[in-house]
């Protein structure tokens, strides 16, 4: 905690967050991607690219959102 800016320290969090939030929040990020900030900026700006050029991109072979995201490796193919 930074003169008292930004919440709780991590013991404090740990101590108050409950086993069923911590599974919430657990989904959340499985579902929704990183809490980081950054993260999640290159990602709104990774989809409109991606959307851009696979509007201006012939049929066939489409590019992938992970082809303009840098910091975030290629999901596993899974069925």
Request: aromatic share 8%; charged share 25%; glycine share 8%.
């Amino acid at each position: 905690m930074l003169n008292g800016i930004g919440g709780c320290t991590i013991a404090e969090a740990q101590y108050r967050l409950s086993y069923e939030e911590v599974q919430r929040w657990a989904l959340y990020r499985k579902k929704r991607g990183s809490l980081h900030p950054g993260m999640r900026t290159e990602r709104s700006a990774a989809l409109l690219a991606t959307l851009y050029a696979n509007t201006h991109r012939g049929k066939g072979n489409p590019v992938k959102i992970t082809d303009f995201m840098p910091h975030e490796e290629e999901p596993e193919l899974s069925l």
